[in-house]
């Protein structure tokens, strides 16, 4: 027994030798494929670094515009210097590279890789343009960005523009606006009949179904237009940018909700085959400063808009209030008709519109025992 045992030492040393040198030739073997894998990447990272996209912006606002213009000025900063320079975007303010109604088509063909505005100026390409930014009566910037994010709306968006060689997304958006400003007071629907008021899109269109005269004008001809009564009547945004454009110094009634606009999504549009050009980083970037400009707003909107309304109610010739409830009725009754209509008119309206009406059902469903409950309980 005890020869057998030491005759078993060399064999058991010779194995454990094997092994040994087994082990260290699999980790030589090992530690070449790494160090070839590191010599890799750094050159891969190094190709996409080096690469400096300049692209261009074009945008349906005044240059730095406040608020709506210098959004997108923000995002292309903020995207600058996540991509270390390699994003470098040139924002154009309306008219200065294209016509602001030629952003959609500038992108598409490829003039500009980028561009910054609102689907429902679209609508007369595309019937269901309006649902991705706002329609009367339909759903707050919270909403909005939820039915977008996580309810499919964007889903959709992408669907419906993809034909046209864009992608969508969603980059700002103002908060529930005002009605507007008056010159007379309104007290009933009649007060509305033949009232001339500059208010353009899906709001004009369910303001003339009231009996008003809707006028489409550009931001800066409304000031002159309500001093020399050529409009008796405006909507614009809310307190913060109708004061910049002093909007309270021509006209008297400062009327609330704007249930035209209750929470515009404002839209940034990439010409898809751009995008595609672009290293999976940057595209996602793309993607994070879109969602940030998207927030950023609404709390820029939010602040400022506390701070101009308190100004404005110091002021003893601005009168601010509600709309009677019986115009505000009759708005909703003709807007939800305006509706039925444009989704009787075209499938893809129609598909859009159900997806956006179950979603909006839903949230205000939920909205009632939360935001709306909360808001109401505060103020017992
Ligand atoms: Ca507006």
Sequence with gaps: MGEKQLNIYPAIILLLVTALTAVCWLYAVDKAAEVKVRQQIPQQAQSHSEEIY??????????NFPGLG?????FAEVLRIMSRGRMDITVYGGGELVPAMGVFDAVSLGTAEMGHGAAYYWKGKIPSAPFFTTVPF??????MNSWLHYGGGEE??????????????????????????????????????????RIPGVGGEIFKRVGGTA??????????????????????????????LGLHEVAQ????????????????????DAFASLPEDL??????????????????????????LVQLQALSTVDVRRLPDDVIRALHQASDQYLEEVIARDETANKVYQSW???ADGARHYHEISEQAYINARDL
């Design 357 to 359: 009406k179950a979603f």
């Design 138 to 143: 339909g759903m707050t910037a919270q909403e």
């Design 215 to 244: 006028v489409t004008l550009p931001g800066s001809e409304i000031y002159t237009s309500l001093q020399t009564g050529v409009l008796d009547a405006t909507e614009w945004v809310s307190p913060y940018n109708d004061m910049a």
């Design 156 to 197: 959709l968006w992408r669907e419906i523009y993809a034909p046209f060689n864009l992608l969508p997304m969603a980059c700002g958006n103002t908060g529930v606006q005002m009605a507007g400003w008056f010159n007379k007071e309104i007290n009933s629907v009649t007060d509305l009949k033949g009232l001339k008021m």
């Design 283 to 308: 595209q996602k970037m793309i993607e994070v400063a879109a969602r940030y400009a998207n927030q950023d707003m609404l709390d820029e909107y939010t602040a400022r808009n506390n701070q101009a």
């Design 253 to 272: 009634y400062y009327y609330y909700p704007g249930w035209h606009e209750p929470g515009p999504t404002l839209e940034l549009i990439i010409n898809l």
């Design 70 to 74: 210098t959004a997108p000025e923000r």
């Design 54 to 63: 300049h692209w261009k912006m074009v945008t349906t606002w005044p240059k």
